[in-house]
C-alpha cells in the first residue's frame, strides 16, 4: 500500500472490491500495516457495530438545521472520535466521559441536548440526536462570538470554545493542526462494504485564529522525539524504586484535550506520554524519573473479556511509566501511525529503564485495575505491538526453519524435500527443525538473512543435539554475492538447545546465506534448526 | 464473513441455528451434573455466584465495597478459591480467600496484598502454587489452603515467574518465566527443583495448561504475529498449532475437555465479536460452535464433558449460556442485568 495514496482513490478501490463479491473481513491486526496511511486507517475505523452507517446525510442534516457548514461539523466529528460512536468511557476522574460521535460529555452534553430538544440519554445514544447535540452546540457558540456564518475560517474561535480545551497552546494546536488540517486534507470513510459512510472534501481554508506558539518546542527530556509539555501532577518515585512497568491508556479524548488536561494543575492526573492519534506527534509530560499520576482509578471489567482481567488488579504508579493515547478504549482499530509511534517509544523507554518486553511488563491500564478502567480496550493490537517493540529495540536477525515465525522482510528459510521436518527432539528452536543424513552431495539447508548495508556481523547456530548426530556438521557462510565467506564444523551431538557462535563474517547489502551441508563424514544426520545474526 | 463460516461449519449446521431443536429442555438441564460459579456485576460490586444448569442461582460471596473474583474450586469439591480485590486508602489490594460451599465463613491464606492470583492446586487438595509478590515483582509461591500459611517461594527470578500451572500427577508445575527477555514456558518438580525449559522462541510463550491426561501442554504463542494456541509434549517435542489453517485471527480462552481429547477455545473476530472453536488433540479440522455474530467467550466443559458453559453477550447483556459439546442447544442461563461471567464448573460435595 502506498503510504501517500489519496484517500478518495482508497474508496474508490474498496468500492471496486466490493463489487467482485464478499470480502474476508479485515483483521484488526491486518490493520496495523506499517505503510497503511492514517487516513486509510481512520476509514477502516469509521464503522462499528450498533453504529452508524451512512454519516454524511445525518451530518447534513444536523448541519443544516442549526446552520452550521456540514464540513465542519464533520471535521470536528473525525477529530474528536474518528467517526465512531462512543460509549462514555471514564479515563480520568474528574473529566466527565464522552459520547456518541461528538464526545460530548458532561454539562456541554446536557446543554447540547436541550439546545437541540432531545433528551440527554438520546444525545448520548443516538447518532443522530448526538449529532444534532453538537451542531446545536457548535452553532449557539458561533452565535456568542458573532461568527460570519457563510466564512468557513470564521469558525475558528467557536470551534476551539467547542472543545472544551482551556490551555492556549493546546486550544491552537486543536483548531489549526486537527479540525482545519482535516479541512483541508479530506477524509472518506467506508464501511466493510465499501459503501462510504462520510467523507470530507478538501477545502482551502485557514483558521481565524492566533497560530500555535511560535517558540521553539523543547524535546522530552528522556525522548528526544517528544515534545515537552511539563505537567506539575507528579511526586517522587519511593526511594530504591525499580522502573519495571509500561502502562498502556487511552484517553477516551483527543490528543490535545489529553495533554492539556494532563498538564492542568486542577486535574490531579498526569501521565507520562501521549501519543497522538495519527502518531504524528508524541508529548512527554513528567519526566520518566518521576512518579506520574496515571493510575489510581477503578475499573469496569464488562467490555474487557479476558479472563486476565479478573484476576489483576494493583495501583502501580509507583514503578511504571505511563504511555496515552488519543482515541478511546471502545475504538475498533488503532491507526497504524499511532502503534507504529507508540511501539518506537515503550522500545526507548524499555531500553532506558531495562524494562522487560513482555505483556507481563507492558500492560493494559484495564488489566491492572479491574474495577473501572478498560482501556486500552479489547482492539489493541497487542501481538504486533509487542513484536513491533521488540523489533525496534534488537537489530538481531533470527532465520527459523519455519517461516511462519519469520519476519519475511528480513529472514527465510529453505531446503530440499530431502530434509525432514520435525519436532521429535525436545529443545528445538521455535518448536521443530529439520534433519538430513550426511551424504557426499551438495544439498544444504539454507538459511537468508537481509541487511541494508554491509555489515560486519556474528553468527550463531541452534541445533537440538543428540548422538546420532555428526560430530562435524559443515556451516558454510556466504556473502549476498554467493562468495564463500567461510565453514564452521561443529558437533551437534553438543552444544544443543542453545546459540552457539560461529564467528563473525563481513557481509554486503542484500540476502546473505547461513548453508548446512550435508557433505561430512561423521555421524549420521546433520540438523538444521535456526541462526541468528547479531 | 463468509468465508469465515465456511470454516468447519456448514451453513446451517452450526451455531444458533445447529442441530436439534432450540433451546436445551427442562429435563435434559435437570440432569446436567455440577454447579458453576461465576462473577456477577448484579450488585454494586462483583460478587462469586453458583449457578446449576437447570437455571437455580445462589449468592456464594457478599462483602459490599469489594469484588470477588472465582480462582480454582479445591479437588474435594468442598470450597472456591476467591480473589478479593479492594481500594484501601487509594491502593488496590488483593487477597486469596478459601470459601467453603456450604456457606461457611470464607478463610483467608495470608494478609492483604498488590499481587496474589492464578492459584493452582495439587491434585489431593493439600497444597497449592500461586503468582505472589510477597518478595518480588511475581514469582511462584507453594503454600497450603490454610489460614496463616506459609509460603514457600518455587522460584526467584528478578524478571518475574507467572501462570503455574500444577500437573494432574501433582508431581510438576509447568509456568511462565520472562528471565531470557521473553516469556518462554518452563517445567519444574513441584519443589521447584529441576527446571527444564519447553519453549525457546523470541516471541511470546505464555499460558501453560496440562491436558487432564499430563500427555501435553497447551500455551498461546505470538510467534506467527498473532495470537495463537499451541500442544506440545511435556518434554518439549510434538509442538504443532491447534487450529491448523481453520482460524485467522487471535486466539484465547482455550479450556481442555475432561477426557484430554478436545479443546475448546475462542477466535476473536472483527468488531469486537468473537467465536467457540472445539478441536480435536487427535488431529483433524477444527469445527465452529458457534457462528460469529455476537461475542462468544470463555469456554468451560461440563465434569462430564457433554456440555459448554460459556459467556455470550446477546440480548444486550453479558450472560452465561449453556450448550451441547457439539454446539447444539444454546441456551441462556443466567439472565440477571449487568454482566456474568468467568465460569468454573467443577462437582461439589
Redesign the interface.
Known amino acids: 500500500m502506498n503510504p501517500m495514496r489519496n484517500p478518495f482513490a482508497a474508496a474508490a478501490a474498496a468500492l471496486a472490491l466490493a463489487a467482485c463479491g464478499p470480502q474476508t473481513p479485515d483483521s484488526p491486526e491486518a490493520a496495523q500495516a506499517p505503510s497503511a496511511s492514517a487516513v486509510a486507517d481512520a476509514a477502516r475505523e469509521a464503522v462499528r457495530p450498533g453504529a452508524p452507517g451512512e454519516l454524511d446525510p445525518l451530518f447534513e442534516q444536523a448541519a443544516r438545521e442549526f446552520n452550521v457548514p456540514a464540513n465542519l461539523l464533520k471535521a470536528v466529528s473525525f477529530t474528536e472520535t474518528r467517526w465512531q460512536m462512543w460509549p462514555g468511557l471514564t479515563e480520568f476522574e474528574g473529566m466527565a466521559p464522552a459520547y456518541g460521535v461528538m464526545a460530548l460529555r458532561g454539562e456541554q452534553l446536557a446543554r447540547g441536548a436541550a439546545l437541540a430538544g432531545v433528551s440527554e440519554a438520546q444525545a448520548r445514544t443516538d447518532v443522530l440526536a448526538n449529532l444534532r447535540a453538537g451542531a446545536a452546540l457548535l452553532s449557539a457558540e458561533a452565535e456568542a462570538l458573532m461568527v460570519d456564518r457563510a466564512s468557513l475560517g470564521d469558525w475558528a474561535p467557536a470551534v476551539a470554545r467547542f472543545s472544551g480545551i482551556t490551555h492556549t497552546d493546546a486550544q491552537a494546536e486543536y483548531v489549526h493542526h486537527d479540525v482545519f488540517a482535516t479541512l483541508r486534507k479530506g477524509v472518506v470513510a467506508q464501511s466493510a462494504e465499501g459503501t462510504v459512510t462520510a467523507s470530507i472534501m478538501p477545502t482551502e481554508v485557514q483558521a481565524k485564529f492566533a497560530m500555535p506558539s511560535l517558540r521553539a518546542l523543547a524535546a522530552g527530556p528522556d525522548y528526544a522525539e517528544a515534545v515537552w509539555r511539563p505537567s506539575g501532577n507528579y511526586g517522587e518515585r519511593p526511594a530504591g524504586t525499580d522502573i519495571s512497568m509500561i502502562i498502556i491508556h487511552t484517553c477516551e479524548s483527543s490528543y490535545a484535550s489529553c495533554w492539556s488536561w494532563l498538564v492542568n494543575p486542577d486535574s490531579g492526573v498526569s501521565a507520562h506520554y501521549v501519543v497522538k492519534e495519527d502518531g504524528s506527534e508524541i508529548s512527554q509530560l513528567v519526566s520518566e524519573e518521576k512518579r506520574g499520576w496515571h493510575i489510581g482509578a477503578t475499573y469496569d471489567c464488562k467490555l474487557n473479556s479476558n479472563v486476565d482481567c479478573g484476576l489483576t488488579g494493583t495501583s502501580v504508579n509507583h514503578f511504571s511509566v505511563g504511555i496515552e493515547h488519543g482515541g478511546s478504549a471502545s475504538q475498533t482499530s488503532f491507526p497504524a501511525g499511532q502503534i507504529e509511534a507508540s511501539a518506537k517509544l515503550s522500545c526507548d523507554i524499555s531500553r532506558d529503564r531495562t524494562i522487560l518486553r513482555d505483556s507481563y511488563h507492558i500492560v493494559a491500564h484495564g488489566k491492572l485495575q479491574p474495577a473501572t478502567r478498560t482501556d486500552p480496550g479489547p482492539n489493541w493490537p497487542w501481538a504486533s505491538y509487542l513484536s513491533k517493540v521488540q523489533a525496534y529495540c534488537t537489530s538481531d536477525i533470527i532465520v527459523d526453519t519455519n517461516n511462519a515465525n519469520n519476519d519475511a522482510a528480513v529472514a527465510k528459510f529453505s531446503a530440499s524435500a530431502n530434509w525432514t521436518k520435525t519436532s521429535s527432539t525436545s529443545g528445538s528452536y521455535g518448536g521443530d527443525y529439520y534433519y538430513a543424513s550426511v551424504q557426499g552431495i551438495t544439498d544444504t539447508a539454507v538459511f537468508s538473512f537481509y541487511l541494508p548495508a554491509a555489515a560486519t556481523k556474528s553468527i550463531e547456530a541452534w541445533w537440538t543435539a543428540g548422538t546420532n548426530r555428526s560430530a562435524s556438521a559443515p556451516f558454510v557462510i556466504f556473502n549476498a554475492a554467493g562468495t564463500k565467506l567461510g565453514t564452521v564444523n561443529v558437533n551437534q551431538q553438543a552444544g544443543g538447545s542453545q546459540w552457539n557462535a560461529l564467528g563473525s563474517f563481513s557481509f554486503q547489502a542484500g540476502w546473505n546465506t547461513v548453508q548446512v551441508s550435508r557433505w561430512t563424514s561423521s555421524g549420521t544426520v546433520v540438523i538444521a534448526d535456526a541462526i541468528r545474526v547479531r | ?4 463460516l465456511g470454516w468447519g461449519c456448514r451453513a446451517g449446521t452450526c451455531g444458533r441455528a445447529a442441530s436439534g431443536p432450540g433451546p436445551l429442555s427442562e429435563e435434559e438441564r435437570r440432569a446436567i451434573p455440577g454447579v458453576i460459579a461465576f ?1 456477577s ?1 448484579r450488585a454494586d460490586q ?1 460478587d462469586v455466584w453458583l449457578v446449576k444448569p437447570s437455571g437455580e442461582e445462589t449468592q456464594l460471596t457478599k462483602s459490599p465495597g469489594e ?1 470477588d ?1 472465582p ?1 480454582a474450586p479445591s479437588p474435594d469439591g468442598k470450597a472456591l478459591l476467591v ?1 478479593a ?1 479492594r ?1 484501601v486508602n ?3 489490594l ?1 487477597q486469596m480467600r478459601l470459601q467453603p460451599l456450604d456457606g461457611g465463613e470464607p478463610v483467608a491464606l495470608h494478609p492483604p496484598r ?2 496474589t ?2 492459584p493452582s492446586w495439587s491434585p489431593d487438595g493439600r497444597w497449592l502454587v500461586a503468582e505472589s509478590d510477597a518478595r518480588s ?2 514469582d511462584l509461591v507453594r503454600l497450603e489452603p490454610k489460614a496463616g500459611t506459609q509460603e514457600q517461594p518455587l522460584t526467584q527470578v528478578k ?2 515467574c ?1 501462570e503455574p500451572a500444577v500437573s494432574p500427577d501433582g508431581r510438576e508445575v509447568a509456568f ?1 518465566s ?1 528471565r531470557e ?3 518462554e514456558i518452563y517445567v519444574m518438580k513441584a519443589d521447584g527443583t529441576d527446571e527444564r ?8 510463550d ?1 499460558e501453560p495448561r496440562w491436558s487432564p491426561d499430563g500427555q501435553w501442554l497447551s500455551f498461546i504463542s ?6 495463537r494456541y ?1 500442544l ?2 511435556p ?6 498449532a491447534v487450529s491448523g489453517e481453520a482460524t ?3 486466539e ?2 482455550l479450556a481442555w475437555s475432561p477426557d484430554s481429547k478436545k479443546v475448546v477455545f475462542v477466535e ?7 467465536r467457540l472453536w472445539v478441536a480435536a488433540v487427535d488431529g483433524g479440522a477444527p469445527v465452529a460452535l458457534t457462528d460469529g455474530r455476537s ?1 462468544d ?2 469456554p468451560a466443559w461440563s465434569p462430564d464433558g457433554k456440555y459448554l458453559v460459556f ?1 455470550a453477550e446477546r440480548q444486550g447483556d ?1 450472560d452465561l449460556w449453556l450448550m451441547r459439546a457439539d454446539g447444539s442447544g444454546q441456551t441462556r442461563l443466567t439472565t440477571a442485568k ?2 456474568d ?2 465460569p468454573r464448573w467443577f462437582v461439589p460435595r
Open positions: 464473513m463468509l468465508a469465515l462473577i456485576e462483583k469484588d473474583f480462582a480473589i480485590a481500594m487509594g491502593f488496590h488483593e498488590a499481587r492470583r492464578n515483582f511475581s524478571e518475574g507467572f511462565v520472562s527477555g521473553d516469556p525449559r519447553i519453549t525457546a522462541f523470541h516471541q511470546e505464555r505470538n510467534r506467527e504475529g498473532r495470537e499451541f506440545v509434549r518434554d518439549g517435542t510434538s509442538l504443532r485467522k485471527l487471535d484465547r480462552e476473536r473476530l472483527p468488531e469486537a465479536k468473537s461475542r467467550d470463555a459467556v453479558v449487568g454482566p461471567w468467568l
